[in-house]
Structure formats: structure tokens, C-alpha cells
């Protein structure tokens, strides 16, 4: 979902959400595990008609980055 922040799990080959940026630790839906201290959505989260779709647009294991951001691949290291 957009707004999600958290990190790949290798052992178990899937994404661990730890908090979205846009709800807060109540959302009944939010699987939140780990919300920073003083947390606070950004409000207001964006409307349906905000979102795009681009399915097929990255190819799968593609990577997105802000700018400036050093990507080091587990697999890539052994």
C-alpha cells in the first residue's frame, strides 16, 4: 500500500510492514509492528483518483530509491 514503511524478510521471501505513514497505530487494518515515538500521519492521505496504476511497469526485482540511497543486496554478497 502506499505509505508503507518496512523491510523485506529473506528468510520468509515477503514484505514486513512496520508502519504506514499515512494511518496511525489504530487503523483496525494497519498491521503496524513498530511505530516511532511523537508518530504523526501525514494528513490528509491521498484520494483514489491521486493513485496511478502502472502494473508491469518495474520489472520484478527492481529496485526504487530516493536519490543518493546505497543499495547492498544479501544475495548479491554471498
Known sequence: MIGDVGYFDLSFGRFRQLFNIFYDVKRPTDHATRIPDN???IQPPF???EVTKSPGQFAK???L???GIEVTRELDSL
Do not use: L
Open 39 to 41: 508518530f504523526v500521519p
Open 65 to 67: 530509491t530516493s536519490e
Open 47 to 49: 484520494e483514489q483518483w
Open 61 to 63: 526485482g527492481t529496485i
